[in-house]
């Protein structure tokens, strides 16, 4: 077997790399909107109410897409499903870029929020059965990398189309998500199944010819039984009752409140919003206001990959309150700069950026990555699958409440006298032409205090319940949570 000539090292990296554009897919449609919402405001006069509701409905669709992705990947396989979410991806932008209605829109940003949900779910799934044991941690963080970069290549796309006094400027922006989807659908049509779908078919001889080429020869046995024993045991069907096991409620728990905290730290505002909050910072038009959000989205992917080099080596719970302490930190100054904006003068905008950057920076070393990580590994192997979900499930649902409440929560807290007027350009339909109209914006800094204070209360949980999984086995995770241990306690035996 050790003469295997179909062998090639670097043929998953190559495999994962492309089935990852699915995650940048994931962050492009994620992060389209943002440039495109000063100028559909302009192009419709949309209240701050309906951008929520344009930016919830992807959000919306993404859930129902993370809800009945699992069944289907087992029935189609996982290739064939990817395939069908680069056809919705493209369908979707084609559909976002031609709408004649915000309420249109609305249902074509629905089909991307669909094609969101199924890849965050499917993608990763794809990368981890193809993955060597040995190279399944880096390559299926790929994933996570790819998604920063996504919302990145999404803020450059938005730049390169803003212009300030070109109205649609928001219709090549979403039309331009096709690229990604028909990347993605190409590159997919190349790529094989994963063995483990297609053992679970009863498909051995394919499955081992994939092995063949992504596998050490002297492993490809090895993998093959281990699959054939992983199958064995899913044949006794988890029940979904089985994850409110009382000795699993502190794991279930962990997971959906970690993904709260995630969201509830405001993460989702500065992705989707942050061109407008930068204009309400005092930065003059969309497309200066998009410059700064092209910065965020550069520290976003810089700090990604600095997170993927400290988890193994830090820690979870270390890098966990290094993170948050940091994030309340850059909140609570962020929400200064806006208190005190009028009296800041142009200096204001500029501590918004750098203060943003911070926040941005200590979000992607910690909760950001870690939230996918812990979920993936508090849970034992018979019920992974469906803890997962749920904690992905709780991320999306917690995503679109911060994303349909910010504005709702910016009017509510905004302290009389202490409101930001601007003066923007809105189209006029009628007199085929700009005109100056006065926006009163609230003011943003009672929304990011209430994100700080969440964010200390989640520094308080951490202490009680974040366990620190570097270096533990999942065999031995599943011991400590049926003897009744304290999640705070949870370390290697060898320790």
Same mark, same amino acid.
């Given at each position: 077997?050790?003469?295997?000539?179909?062998?090639?090292?670097?043929?998953?990296?190559?495999?994962?790399?492309?089935?990852?554009?699915?995650?940048?897919?994931?962050?492009?449609?994620?992060? %389209?909107?943002?440039?495109?919402?000063?100028?559909?405001?302009?192009?419709?006069?949309?209240?701050?109410?309906?951008?929520?509701?344009?930016?919830?409905?992807?959000?919306?669709?993404?859930? *129902?897409?993370?809800?009945?992705?699992?069944?289907?990947?087992?029935?189609?396989?996982?290739?064939?499903?990817?395939?069908?979410?680069?056809?919705?991806?493209?369908?979707?932008?084609?559909?976002?870029?031609?709408?004649?209605?915000?309420?249109?829109?609305?249902?074509?940003?629905?089909? =991307?929020?669909?094609?969101?949900?199924?890849?965050?779910?499917?993608?990763?799934?794809?990368?981890?059965?193809?993955?060597?044991?040995?190279?399944?941690?880096?390559? @299926?963080?790929?994933?996570?990398?790819? %998604?920063?970069?996504?919302?990145?290549?999404?803020?450059?796309?938005?730049?390169?189309?803003?212009?300030?006094?070109?109205?649609?400027?928001?219709?090549?922006?979403?039309?331009? !998500?096709?690229?990604?989807?028909?990347?993605?659908?190409?590159?997919?049509?190349?790529?094989?199944?994963?063995?483990?779908?297609?053992?679970?078919?009863?498909?051995?001889?394919?499955?081992?010819?994939?092995?063949?080429?992504?596998?050490?020869?002297? #492993?490809?046995? *090895?993998?093959?039984?281990?699959?054939?024993?992983?199958?064995?045991?899913?044949?006794?069907?988890?029940?979904?009752?089985?994850?409110?096991?009382?000795?699993?409620?502190?794991?279930?728990?962990?997971?959906?409140?970690?993904?709260?905290?995630?969201?509830?730290?405001?993460?989702?505002?500065?992705?989707?919003?942050?061109? #407008? %909050?930068?204009? *309400?910072?005092?930065?003059?038009?969309?497309?200066?206001?998009?410059?700064?959000?092209?910065?965020?989205?550069? @520290?976003?992917?810089?700090?990604?990959?600095?997170?993927?080099?400290?988890?193994?080596?830090?820690?979870?719970?270390?890098?966990?309150? =290094? $993170?948050?302490?940091?994030?309340?930190?850059?909140?609570?100054?962020? $929400?200064?700069?806006?208190?005190?904006?009028?009296?800041?003068?142009?200096?204001?905008?500029?501590?918004? %950026?750098?203060?943003?950057?911070?926040?941005?920076?200590?979000?992607?070393?910690?909760?950001?990555?870690? $939230?996918?990580?812990?979920?993936?590994?508090?849970?034992?192997?018979?019920?992974?699958? =469906?803890?997962?979900?749920?904690?992905?499930?709780?991320?999306?649902?917690?995503?679109?409440?911060?994303?349909?409440?910010?504005? #709702?929560? =910016?009017?509510?807290?905004?302290?009389?006298?202490?409101?930001?007027?601007?003066?923007?350009?809105?189209?006029?339909?009628?007199?085929?032409?700009?005109?100056?109209?006065? *926006?009163?914006? $609230?003011?943003?800094? !009672?929304?990011?205090?209430?994100?700080?204070?969440?964010?200390?209360?989640?520094?308080?949980?951490?202490?009680?319940?974040?366990?620190?999984?570097?270096?533990?086995?999942?065999?031995?995770?599943?011991?400590?949570?049926?003897?009744?241990?304290?999640?705070?306690?949870?370390?290697?035996?060898?320790?």
């Amino acid at each position: 077997m050790a003469h295997n000539k179909d062998y090639n090292k670097d043929m998953v990296v190559i495999i994962a790399a492309v089935a990852a554009v699915g995650g940048l897919l994931f962050g492009f449609d994620t992060g %389209i909107i943002s440039g495109a919402i000063p100028f559909l405001q302009q192009n419709f006069d949309l209240s701050n109410s309906m951008l929520e509701n344009i930016t919830t409905s992807a959000l919306l669709g993404a859930v *129902i897409g993370a809800m009945f992705t699992g069944r289907l990947t087992d029935i189609l396989g996982r290739k064939r499903i990817i395939l069908f979410t680069a056809i919705i991806f493209t369908i979707g932008a084609l559909w976002s870029g031609a709408v004649t209605s915000p309420t249109e829109l609305m249902a074509a940003r629905f089909i =991307v929020g669909l094609a969101i949900g199924i890849s965050s779910f499917s993608v990763p799934l794809y990368i981890s059965e193809i993955s060597p044991a040995d190279k399944r941690g880096q390559l @299926v963080s790929l994933f996570q990398l790819l %998604i920063t970069i996504g919302i990145l290549a999404s803020y450059l796309t938005d730049l390169a189309f803003a212009k300030n006094d070109v109205v649609t400027s928001w219709r090549p922006m979403l039309y331009s !998500g096709v690229i990604p989807g028909l990347l993605l659908f190409v590159g997919m049509i190349f790529l094989p199944e994963t063995p483990r779908w297609l053992m679970s078919k009863g498909r051995r001889q394919e499955a081992e010819k994939i092995l063949r080429r992504v596998e050490k020869p002297e #492993k490809v046995e *090895i993998a093959l039984n281990e699959i054939q024993n992983e199958l064995e045991k899913d044949k006794q069907k988890v029940k979904f009752s089985e994850i409110f096991r009382p000795w699993l409620r502190i794991p279930l728990m962990i997971a959906i409140v970690i993904m709260f905290f995630q969201q509830f730290v405001g993460i989702n505002t500065v992705i989707y919003y942050s061109p #407008k %909050i930068f204009m *309400i910072a005092g930065f003059d038009g969309a497309r200066a206001a998009i410059w700064g959000s092209v910065s965020v989205g550069l @520290v976003n992917v810089l700090f990604t990959i600095l997170a993927i080099y400290l988890v193994d080596r830090w820690g979870r719970r270390k890098l966990y309150f =290094v $993170g948050l302490t940091g994030i309340v930190i850059a909140l609570i100054a962020l $929400g200064l700069s806006f208190a005190f904006n009028s009296s800041l003068g142009q200096s204001g905008k500029w501590l918004t %950026i750098v203060f943003t950057w911070i926040y941005i920076a200590f979000f992607a070393i910690s909760i950001g990555p870690l $939230g996918w990580l812990i979920i993936s590994e508090v849970f034992p192997l018979r019920v992974r699958g =469906v803890g997962t979900s749920i904690g992905s499930l709780s991320n999306w649902l917690f995503n679109g409440l911060v994303a349909f409440t910010f504005f #709702k929560i =910016v009017k509510l807290l905004t302290i009389p006298g202490t409101e930001i007027i601007t003066q923007e350009k809105v189209y006029d339909p009628a007199a085929h032409n700009f005109v100056m109209q006065t *926006i009163n914006n $609230g003011n943003p800094a !009672g929304a990011f205090w209430l994100y700080a204070f969440i964010g200390i209360i989640g520094i308080i949980w951490g202490y009680f319940y974040l366990p620190e999984t570097k270096g533990v086995s999942l065999e031995e995770i599943e011991e400590h949570w049926r003897k009744g241990g304290k999640p705070r306690e949870l370390k290697p035996k060898q320790e």
